[in-house]
Nanobody, 127 residues
Framework: QVQLVESGGGLVQTGGSLRLSCESS????????MGWFRQAPGKERESVAA????????GYHDSVRGRFTISGNNAKNAVYLQMDSLKPEDTAIYYC????????????????????WGQGTQVTVSS
């Protein structure tokens, strides 16, 4: 059974930092893509950041570029999201996602590049 298990969410004040972790078990995504999505109450799910293993390409949503950093350990099928300078508008449930196929660069932030999803971890930023 394929599982993505997230950890590291929590409550933090504006300007603070959190580090999310996600590890995969049951399948390797070493030739594909891993990333993070988020969904705030009443809003649609949006892509936050992604990393394509082949070539090490990364992508970010405009609202987090310069504040969040995605990294990973291909050998461990793990991906991380370092979130700095957090804002109240970053409050959401954050989902780890992975895709077994290597997407083209223009599609690596699309939800359609991902076929496996974690259960989500809550991130709350207080003002």
């Amino acid at each position: 059974q394929v599982q993505l298990v997230e950890s590291g969410g929590g409550l933090v004040q504006t300007g603070g930092s959190l580090r999310l972790s996600c590890e995969s078990s049951g399948r390797t995504f070493s030739n594909g893509v891993m990333g993070w999505f988020r969904q705030a109450p009443g809003k649609e799910r949006e892509s936050v950041a992604a990393i394509r293993w082949s070539g090490g390409n990364t992508g970010y949503h405009d609202s987090v570029r310069g504040r969040f950093t995605i990294s990973g350990n291909n050998a461990k099928n793990a991906v991380y999201l370092q979130m700095d300078s957090l804002k109240p508008e970053d409050t959401a449930i954050y989902y780890c996602a992975a895709g077994i196929k290597r997407p083209i660069l223009s599609n690596m932030m699309s939800q359609y590049a991902f076929d496996t999803w974690g259960q989500g971890t809550q991130v709350t930023v207080s003002s």
